[in-house]
């Protein structure tokens, strides 16, 4: 018993997005699977997938996974961005040997809890025009009116919400304008990227009454399936750890969040 507590105390799962989108998957797995030992890894030279080609983001993905692999033994990898799971997961699957749980848009669920069937999409103009996203609105919301939205700023802003700095209302509402100007406005909303948790409550202010879905709760219920019997209640002697890319001014400036979220440790990544 004393070897496998030992074992399970060390597991680690690596999350891994382009910037901080990522941690709101981890506030979801904390939830459920709160001891155990947690690496996030944000690609800062990567910043935003959803501006990078589909080869750029394969292959800097299995760079850093390689790398932190080499580090670390990992025991799931989350990768918490919508764009880069629509483009790698096949590839990765095959290649490593540990699980591998995506992000991917909420279509399913959201087509069942929609009162007007009116669905919103909101996510970066990438993970929009991806094949597999336009695939699960063909087999999951075909009897729905789907309204796509496809943003690289609200990206940025979710950053910047995130560093603190405060941000009009009125910013938002330019950006969502297409969906304000509809006959029927989306009453569900999914949230199709990782970041958008972050700004949930500006997007609520302007959608008084839609409902917001996204994919964190059901990521971190996909990896407390696969790995939630191996984790023991005791507390690991594993300091949680963040890595970036490249360190620059902007990455120091991630420090305190960072470390509010539990990451105490920020170093850079060598590729």
């Known amino acids: 018993m004393t070897s496998q507590m030992n074992f399970y105390d060390r597991v680690s799962v690596l999350i891994l997005d382009s910037g901080i989108g990522g941690l709101s998957v981890y506030q979801e797995m904390k939830k459920l699977l709160p001891h155990i030992h947690y690496i996030y890894c944000f690609d800062n030279e990567g910043f935003p997938y959803g501006e990078k080609s589909e ?3 394969l292959e800097q993905i299995v760079r850093i996974m390689t790398a932190i692999q080499k580090k670390h033994f990992l025991n799931c990898v989350i ?3 919508n764009t880069a799971s629509t483009i790698v997961l096949p590839i990765l699957r095959q290649r490593f040997s540990f699980p591998i749980i995506g992000a991917v848009p909420a ?13 919103g999409l909101l996510a970066t103009p990438a993970t929009i025009k991806r094949p597999y996203t336009l695939d699960l609105i063909k087999r999951f919301a ?3 009116q789907v309204e796509l939205l496809g943003s690289s700023e609200l990206v940025y802003l ?3 919400k995130v560093l603190g700095t ?4 009125n910013m ?5 304008q ?3 100007n509809l006959q029927k406005v989306p009453d569900t909303i999914v949230l199709g990227c990782t970041h958008f948790p972050f700004i949930i409550n500006e997007l609520q202010q302007i959608f008084l009454n839609a409902r917001m879905i996204h994919s964190g709760a059901a990521i971190a219920k996909r990896a407390f399936s696969l790995i939630g019997s191996q984790q023991n209640t005791s507390v690991h002697s594993f300091k949680n750890k963040a890595y970036c890319v490249k360190k620059n001014g902007d990455t120091e400036s991630l420090s305190p969040i960072l470390e509010k979220y539990g990451f105490s440790v920020l170093e850079e990544l060598s590729l």
Do not use: D, Q, Y
């Not at 405060?166 to 209302?169: A, K, M, T, Y």
């Not at 938002?172 to 969502?176: A, G, H, Q």
């Open 158 to 160: 979710a950053e910047k």
């Open 172 to 176: 938002f509402k330019k950006i969502l």
């Open 55 to 57: 080869i750029f983001i």
């Open 142 to 144: 075909k009897n729905c």
């Open 166 to 169: 405060e941000i009009s209302i």
């Open 178 to 180: 297409p969906w304000l």
């Open 79 to 81: 990768i918490a961005c």
């Open 107 to 119: 279509i399913k669920p959201a087509a069942h809890i929609t009162r007007n069937g009116v669905l």
